[in-house]
């Protein structure tokens, strides 16, 4: 699975952006897809995460209510929309796949993830 990562930008603080992610691969509509967001000298950390079928999603703490994850399995396409961006959620956002359907549990944890794009720079000034 190839995964080219889109849509990063500078934006303003309260503004909203709409990262895009585009999979090759035949086999995208049976494995979870997540994002996940590197701050300027900080671990790499879990953003959302999404089931193949679409039907459960999952949130990091931090954008919980301002952030929506959602997949197009015929275009195999995972986006993620972020409102109201705060200067905090500055980073490098990368989307990543998993080896197939991952537990529930895994979902935010990267070390599960098998494949990742080359991430997109997200920069929010207050």
């Known amino acids: 699975v190839q995964l080219q990562a889109s849509g990063g930008g500078l934006v303003q603080a309260g503004g909203s952006l709409r990262l895009s992610c585009t999979a090759s691969?035949?086999?995208?509509?049976?494995?979870?897809m997540g994002w996940f967001r590197q701050p300027p000298g900080k671990e790499r950390e879990f953003v959302a995460a999404?089931?193949?079928?679409?039907?459960?999603?999952n949130y990091g703490d931090s954008v919980k209510g301002r952030f929506t994850i959602s997949r197009d399995n015929i275009k195999n396409t995972v986006n993620l929309l972020m409102n109201s961006l705060k200067p905090e959620d500055t980073a490098v956002y990368y989307c990543?796949?998993?080896?197939?359907?991952?537990?529930?549990?895994?979902?935010?944890?990267?070390?599960?993830?098998?494949?990742w794009g080359q991430g997109t720079q997200v920069t929010v000034s207050s």
């Open positions: 990543a796949a998993g080896p197939g359907q991952l537990f529930w549990s895994d979902t935010s944890d990267r070390s599960k993830y098998d494949y």
């Open positions: 999404i089931s193949p079928g679409g039907r459960l999603t």
């Open positions: 691969g035949r086999t995208f509509g049976s494995v979870t």
